[in-house]
């Protein structure tokens, strides 16, 4: 069993990835006093908030299993 099996990387996952990262950014940025010192700083820690919502996003929306208590035949 893997770690992550329930996440799939599609097109939905990378516009999430890339919207969270924009709005981190910017917000980051917006804050940040020394912009121009941490800026490779920001971009990493924005596209890794990122991944972290979309794995999250993927988890949250996983449909719940739901277990036979009746024969399948009968």
Do not use: Q, R
């Not at 020394?34 to 700083?41: H, I, L, S, T």
């Amino acid at each position: 069993m893997t770690f992550l099996d329930f996440y799939v990387f599609d097109l939905s996952s990378l516009v999430i990835i890339l919207l969270i990262a924009l709005f981190s950014f910017m917000a980051i940025n917006y804050i940040d006093e020394n912009k121009d010192e941490n800026y490779a700083f920001n971009v990493v820690t924005s596209i890794i908030l990122g991944i972290f919502c979309s794995i999250f996003y993927s988890y949250i929306t996983l449909e719940p299993d739901d277990i036979l208590t009746t024969n399948y035949w009968e």
